[in-house]
């Protein structure tokens, strides 16, 4: 990412004009903010945008222009309201004229972005005393602006939203582009639970259900897991449709144009319900993971939808906008200068480019490095995690929390760390209760510092498991607070994970955990996994969410609405009082009601627990189907940001397949690692460490997939062609020969690990050899940072390999030859004669070639060049 360096200019005319323009000095970006003649321009070289808004008196809020990078513009010539809501009971819209510019502010942002911060205030009934302040949130290399709208009032006066025909009526941002005249619409969900499962079975549970025996392949229809939905609609004259995303893209034969919004939601009943309409308690249920209770109300598939993007095809224009549908605010709720009102944060982003290729790139980019400021969430990290051996050892309660020791965990840390992982996570058994978030009295009587000690000798993080709303009846928190109990349609007590009451997040609960957080922070937790925030269907009144003069159903969908929001509001709580700690948010089953882009504003979603098979399955079935998440997010969300974990024994020959599936993403393990020996620990951590190498190198390449899950082949490219950088992890469903080819630039590549390899035609060519069904190889491809030294072919695999300005060291892991490319610059090569390594040196026009034979393996091969650089 480029450096931003800003100059800042302020200057005033005879009519009071505020100009304030931001340069970047280094490169040729610019990255701009002005505001003159009552026109606030703000932009970089790929687009500018211009917001009318009078300094002078009262006005409307007008976008005049949305411009490409030739200054050709994409918005219609037609004015759409900017946003439109229902105040003290009267439609107020942006178009009105009773705005008046007050100032701007700007921030520059830990991700290179700039803020602006737009300050408007009404100064006309009925709005007079009322201030909406606009984020603009803008980005180099991008068109994206990612946009918040906030209410307030500046003054001692109180406003009321209000609903509009008994609907809400909240519309923010809205736009007009420029019609063409073929247009699709195409909407991405990423919430659809189960869209695989096929015979469902509601008497057993999500983890039981093998209709065909759990080790055979039909049961990767049966993966436990959110999916994607693509929904593709021709867009004719007189369209009107409501999508409920959270991305939709518009496209066009010259344009795209991309919307997306924060929130989080599961997209339908699948997963919850048997059908569209149940009460009384119907559940499909995992008895220790869902909401147990009676609910006396119907649910819909329509509940889910909280938010929509909506789009209206006229005669010369298209409008698109995001609005408020269900739980968005409640009729007559207050606005004042203590209790602003927020939009969710939104995003917009175009281009001339209408390739599938480009709506990847502008969608990947937007999740990986604009929605989020917290560059800690964006590391490749490997984890290891208790809860797999747990499983194992424990095999049931109390038991799987009882070996939860300080002795116990001490051993799993040393093994964890000769695998080679960065973080550690204790999960459900190192509290005392849940709710009480303290190191549990009896099995770590010495608190966590042991804990802590043992991880930092090993340079390891420490991380926690909680169970964020759960709270255990038997504790004192509960008793005192029982007022945030949430009840079922009976009055009792709903049933969360492991059967525990749950608590009310929308009220003062949130302060209360957030506190329990930060002093876990203080103690060295640099990693939480929050599980278990389910759909619980709050109505209680008087808390946050509503007092009792509105109806129940009401209450419920403003706390439905708000969850996702107060636990991303608490994420960033956490990651702001702590900017190197990562939180990821468990949507392992249906009613997690974190699943969408809410969360990876400030970290990330660990997506699957289970999969085709139950726990303590070390076979290939369970790594197979989870890496149906990289398979289908692929080009979605990236790698990073989907966190799961694989058992690393090597019980059915499975280890190299379990862990080649946490290489191409997830990057986490479990299991009792009693159950490994040292040689296999070793041979994981080699390939973690080579994975830790390239990894950095391609966190903002979108990955290449070839094949479905269970295909041959199935192939993950994560490379950098211009880094000469990346990795190749290779499945297959057969026992099969595959030549794979990479694009990338030899000259630039210092060697391959783990593979045999040649470069031909200006290609990288890997001939994969998968000797039996469910075979995995790999591939990590090394830059040589120009320095001119290239090892170009290898007829055996590379298991080590360093340079050092011009000496370079390897180690192959079986006989075999390479040829190896020597820039002259860095000198004649050197090397000693060793007994089984014979070199022969030729000379081309500026360079050296090197054919080195290794004739018995494990024997290290040294090149210096002649010369010092």
Same mark, same amino acid.
């Given at each position: 990412m480029v450096s931003l360096r800003f100059k800042i200019i302020h200057r005033k005319s005879i009519a009071n004009t505020l100009i304030m323009t931001f340069l970047m000095l280094s490169g040729v970006l610019k990255c701009q903010v002005v505001y003159r003649d009552d026109v606030l321009s703000f932009g970089n070289d790929l687009f500018q945008r211009?917001?009318?808004?009078?300094? &002078?008196?009262?006005?409307?809020? #007008?976008?005049?222009?949305?411009?490409?990078? @030739?200054?050709?513009?994409?918005?219609?010539?037609?004015?759409?309201? %900017?946003?439109?809501?229902?105040?003290?009971?009267?439609?107020?819209?942006?178009?009105?004229?009773?705005?008046?510019?007050?100032?701007?502010?700007? &921030?520059?942002?830990?991700?290179?972005?700039? @803020?602006?911060?737009?300050?408007?205030?009404g100064v006309r009934k009925p709005v007079q005393g009322l201030q909406v302040i606009l984020y603009q949130q803008f980005f180099p290399n991008t068109t994206l602006v990612r946009e918040m709208l906030e209410l307030l009032s500046s003054r001692n006066k109180q406003f009321a939203l209000n609903k509009l025909k008994n609907k809400l009526y909240f519309k923010f941002p809205q736009y007009g582009i420029q019609h063409e005249d073929s247009i699709v619409s195409k909407e991405i969900r990423i919430a659809s639970w189960g869209m695989e499962i096929v015979n469902i079975n509601e008497e057993k549970s999500w983890d039981e259900r093998f209709p065909t025996g759990r080790f055979n392949d039909q049961n990767l229809a049966m993966n436990h897991m959110f999916h994607p939905c693509i929904i593709e609609r021709e867009l004719n004259s007189g369209s009107d449709l409501q999508v409920k995303g959270p991305l939709n893209i518009i496209k066009g034969i010259r344009l795209q144009w991309i919307t997306a919004y924060e929130h989080a939601s599961q997209d339908d009943l699948r997963g919850i319900f048997n059908d569209e309409k149940i009460g009384d308690g119907d559940l499909i249920l995992d008895a220790r993971q869902g909401t147990g209770g009676v609910f006396k109300f119907p649910v819909y598939s329509a509940d889910f939808r909280f938010l929509g993007i909506q789009i209206k095809r006229l005669d010369r224009y298209i409008e698109v906008g995001v609005q408020a549908i269900r739980g968005a605010y409640l009729d007559g709720e207050i606005i004042d200068k203590d209790h602003p009102y927020r939009s969710v944060w939104t995003a917009t982003v175009f281009s001339r480019d209408t390739s599938m290729t480009e709506s990847k790139t502008l969608i990947y980019d937007y999740l990986w490095r604009c929605i989020c400021e917290k560059p800690a969430t964006r590391q490749a990290e490997f984890y290891y995690n208790t809860w797999g051996m747990q499983r194992r050892i424990g095999g049931s309660f109390p038991k799987i929390r009882d070996i939860m020791t300080e002795k116990n965990i001490i051993s799993e840390i040393e093994r964890a760390a000769e695998m080679g992982v960065d973080i550690f996570v204790l999960d459900d058994g190192w509290e005392q209760a849940q709710g009480v978030w303290t190191p549990h009295n009896d099995r770590l009587p010495n608190g966590l510092a042991p804990i802590k000690a043992e991880l930092d000798k090993h340079g390891i993080k420490m991380g926690l498991w909680l169970s964020p709303m759960g709270i255990d009846s038997t504790t004192q928190r509960y008793k005192d607070h029982f007022e945030w109990v949430i009840k079922d349609s009976e009055g009792n007590p709903v049933a969360g994970q492991w059967g525990h009451p749950v608590?009310?997040?929308?009220?003062?609960?949130?302060? /209360?955990?957030?506190?329990?957080?930060?002093?876990?922070?203080?103690?060295?937790?640099?990693? %939480?996994?929050?599980?278990?925030?389910?759909?619980?269907?709050?109505?209680?009144?008087? /808390?946050?969410?509503?007092?009792?003069?509105?109806?129940?159903? @009401?209450? #419920?969908? &403003?706390?439905?609405?708000?969850?996702?929001?107060?636990?991303?509001?608490? +994420?960033?709580?956490?990651?702001?009082?702590?900017? @190197?700690?990562?939180?990821?948010?468990?949507?392992?089953?249906? #009613? &997690?009601? +974190?699943?969408?882009?809410?969360?990876?504003s400030q970290g990330k979603l660990f997506w699957m627990n289970n999969g085709a098979s139950g726990y303590n399955d070390y076979s290939v079935y369970r790594a197979k189907s989870m890496r149906n998440i990289p398979n289908i997010y692929a080009g979605l969300i990236p790698f990073e940001l989907l966190t799961y974990a694989n058992y690393p024994q090597n019980a059915n020959k499975a280890q190299r397949y379990n862990v080649n599936t946490s290489l191409v993403a997830g990057h986490g393990f479990w299991g009792a690692l009693s159950e490994t020996n040292e040689k296999d620990r070793t041979r994981i951590r080699s390939s973690v460490l080579k994975s830790k190498i390239v990894l950095p190198f391609v966190k903002e390449i979108i990955p290449e997939v070839i094949g479905r899950i269970g295909s041959s082949p199935e192939i993950y490219t994560q490379v950098n062609p211009e880094k000469a950088a990346g990795q190749v992890i290779a499945f297959s469903g057969s026992a099969m020969e595959y030549q794979h080819k990479v694009s990338i630039e030899q000259s630039k590549v210092l060697g391959v690990l783990n593979h045999a390899y040649e470069f031909r035609d200006g290609q990288l060519i890997l001939d994969f050899q998968f000797p039996m069904a469910d075979a995995t190889r790999e591939a990590f491809i090394l830059p040589n940072n120009g320095n001119g030294i290239s090892i170009v072919s290898s007829t055996s695999w590379i298991d080590d390999l360093n340079i050092d300005k011009n000496r370079l060291t390897y180690v192959a892991g079986a006989t075999g030859q390479q040829v190896i490319q020597w820039d002259k610059k860095c000198g004649q090569p050197q090397w000693k004669e060793v007994r089984g390594i014979s070199i022969e040196l030729s000379e081309a026009e500026e360079k050296y070639i090197l054919k080195v034979t290794i004739k018995e393996t494990g024997l290290e091969v040294i090149i210096s060049g002649d010369i010092v650089n």
């Open positions: 211009q917001i009318e808004i009078s300094q &002078r008196g009262p006005g409307p809020i #007008r976008i005049i222009n949305i411009l490409d990078s @030739e200054g050709k513009k994409v918005n219609a010539d037609q004015q759409i309201p %900017f946003f439109e809501f229902v105040v003290n009971s009267e439609k107020i819209s942006a178009l009105d004229k009773i705005w008046q510019y007050r100032k701007h502010e700007v &921030r520059e942002m830990q991700n290179g972005g700039i @803020e602006l911060k737009l300050i408007i205030e608590f009310d997040f929308i009220s003062e609960f949130s302060d /209360l955990f957030i506190n329990d957080c930060k002093k876990l922070i203080d103690a060295g937790a640099r990693f %939480f996994k929050w599980d278990a925030i389910n759909t619980f269907y709050s109505s209680l009144p008087n /808390l946050n969410h509503g007092t009792d003069k509105y109806p129940e159903d @009401e209450i #419920r969908a &403003r706390y439905e609405y708000l969850l996702p929001i107060y636990v991303t509001y608490a +994420m960033k709580e956490l990651t702001d009082y702590e900017p @190197e700690l990562v939180i990821e948010v468990d949507i392992t089953e249906a #009613r &997690r009601v +974190m699943t969408g882009l809410a969360p990876l």
